[in-house]
């Protein structure tokens, strides 16, 4: 068994089921195990870059490892994008990547990237896009790299590995071949630390302070929803959530606040002014969850900060309780020990105010976003995945989506690349085959990045694409307009994207009425096939969020 056949084994032993990469020289021998096994489905992309997405996607509503893999040189640099999205929103991923023989390193081999004599070094630069790199310099240490870096990934705060391979190593037998082993075990608390936020909850109910749960994506890399609904329904808790935790609890839930943030709900935002204990769960703290890090934000407020990551805590915000550790642990040991203390709570009534309920006054003739994503969320089946790429429909999705079974949300991340989830959609739906991926883009993201389209018709991944098609990229231009008043280079012509869609095997449709999208989006949800939806929108309307 080669080096190749080596890594491939043990990731079909570990569950991996997709990798997503592209093909070169360097990777030969690695694509020849891809191409014998018969539990690993292989997405051969356009583009490497779109690879790193899809790994990321792969491993984003799931526990699986994403895997992404590229030949040496270009191909390996083009996986940085997916990787720093990896690295930002703590996401496990391995990617693997040629390298120049051994034999011909330091002479300017085809796709050398060793460092030496006037070639890049590849080892510093995924340094700094991952949890760790490592190079196989020897076949008898595969398995212990391999081993130690799918470990990695997912010790502490998950994240991405990058594993180097020489091409020459990598058709070298592997002389001690074993399975690798596992060694995940979640991030506990304390048990002194548990009872501190206890005792601390239970005096503001007590005395009944305004209290909040902030709820962050870290609740739902942890799977937390179900003790998450029981604290807030025993101890009747109004809740919000960031934009990347949208949906982790029912946003129909006589509690649910809405999203808090930049373009969060008027309601969450006032109820938050007004909070004096923030119990915030698996955040971060990002630029649009704090109003571009407003330094009073969390001033005559008590935070309780629970996160997985040290490091996390006290970042951003001085925390008055700090706890280290999984969500779903920390919040069974707070609920069990505020039920020691706490017996009963009176329902507890709140004024809502969100935007997705709010009528949006529009006469204009085209499409008006925010009511084509209300329809949208009227039609999302249960357990539905929505992915908003980077710009302003991805406010519009924040804002006017309605999730309420078990239907999740994400954005672009902290990193925030346009076109990610563009192709980071196809990843979602093979970890996730029997749910619905819907990827709302703008025009200016799926031009990036549309070309996967091919990738999507020739696997049969069966994703829909809904493109907001307004000509221009739309948040950028209103940014300028609030600076100078000068929109430059905002506009861009499209192709016709229904054509385009044809060409490629894919079904297409155009809408340029509103009444006209949700049959549209039905025949769409029924025919399992690639589907491309262009929606004519208007551009002068604004989403609601602070550009300044």
């Not at 080892?123 to 991952?130: E, N, R, V």
């Not at 706890?323 to 920390?330: C, Q, Y």
Request: net charge negative; charged share 20%.
């Amino acid at each position: 068994m080669d080096v190749g056949q080596s890594i491939i084994k043990n990731l079909e032993l570990i569950g991996v089921d997709h990798v997503f990469g592209g093909s070169g020289q360097a990777n030969a021998s690695l694509m020849a195990a891809l191409k014998a096994s018969e539990k690993i489905k292989t997405v051969i992309v356009r583009n490497e870059q779109a690879a790193s997405f899809m790994a990321c996607g792969y491993a984003m509503f799931s526990d699986k490892l994403g895997v992404c893999f590229s030949t040496a040189g270009p191909g390996a640099f083009n996986l940085f994008s997916g990787l720093a999205v990896a690295y930002s929103d703590s996401l496990p991923v391995l990617a693997i990547s040629g390298y120049a023989s051994v034999a011909y390193q330091g002479k300017g081999a085809l796709n050398e990237t060793t460092g030496l004599n006037r070639t890049p070094d590849s080892q510093k630069m995924f340094a700094s896009t991952t949890k760790q790199t490592y190079l196989i310099e020897r076949p008898s240490q595969t398995c212990d790299v391999l081993e130690e870096a799918v470990n990695t990934a997912y010790e502490g705060r998950p994240g991405p590995v990058h594993i180097h391979i020489p091409k020459d190593i990598a058709m070298a037998q592997v002389p001690n071949f074993r399975e690798i082993a596992l060694k995940i075990h979640p991030v506990l608390p304390k048990p002194e630390t548990i009872q501190a936020f206890a005792d601390r909850l239970a005096k503001a109910i007590m005395y009944q302070e305004q209290i909040a749960l902030l709820i962050g994506y870290g609740a739902i890399r942890s799977h937390a929803e179900q003790e998450l609904l029981k604290l807030v329904e025993q101890f009747q808790i109004p809740f919000m959530t960031t934009m990347d935790a949208k949906g982790v609890l029912p946003e129909n839930h006589p509690l649910s606040l809405g999203v808090y943030g930049t373009s969060g709900d008027p309601g969450a935002n006032a109820y938050f002014d007004r909070a004096a204990l923030i119990l915030a769960l698996g955040n971060s703290f990002a630029q649009n969850a704090t109003f571009a890090f407003k330094p009073d934000l969390y001033d005559h407020k008590t935070l309780l900060h629970i996160n997985i990551d040290r490091n996390e805590i006290n970042k951003v915000y001085r925390a008055d309780y700090a706890m280290i550790s999984d969500i779903k642990p920390a919040i069974i040991g707070i609920t069990a020990e505020l039920a020691q203390t706490i017996r009963s709570v009176e329902p507890k009534q709140i004024e809502k105010k969100k935007w997705h309920d709010m009528p949006l006054n529009y006469t204009g003739a085209k499409i008006h976003p925010g009511e084509f994503v209300k329809i949208l969320s009227r039609n999302l089946p249960e357990n539905a995945i929505v992915l908003g790429d980077a710009g302003s429909h991805m406010l519009w999705l924040n804002c006017y989506l309605n999730l309420t079974k078990n239907q999740r949300y994400q954005n672009p991340g902290t990193f925030g690349p346009m076109a990610s989830h563009t192709n980071g959609a196809l990843g979602v739906k093979c970890a996730n085959p029997d749910k619905v991926v819907i990827s709302g883009s703008g025009d200016g993201c799926y031009l990036m990045a549309g070309f996967e389209l091919l990738t999507a018709v020739q696997n049969n991944i069966p994703v829909i694409w809904v493109i907001f098609n307004n000509g221009e990229f739309n948040v950028i231009k209103k940014l300028l307009l609030n600076m100078s008043n000068e929109p430059a280079f905002m506009q861009f012509e499209n192709p016709d994207y229904v054509m385009y869609a044809n060409a490629c095997g894919a079904d297409g449709y155009r809408v340029e009425k509103l009444e006209d999208f949700e049959g549209v989006l039905q025949k769409a949800l029924r025919s399992n096939k690639p589907t491309l939806i262009d929606m004519v929108v208007e551009s002068e309307v604004y989403p609601p969020f602070n550009l300044t």
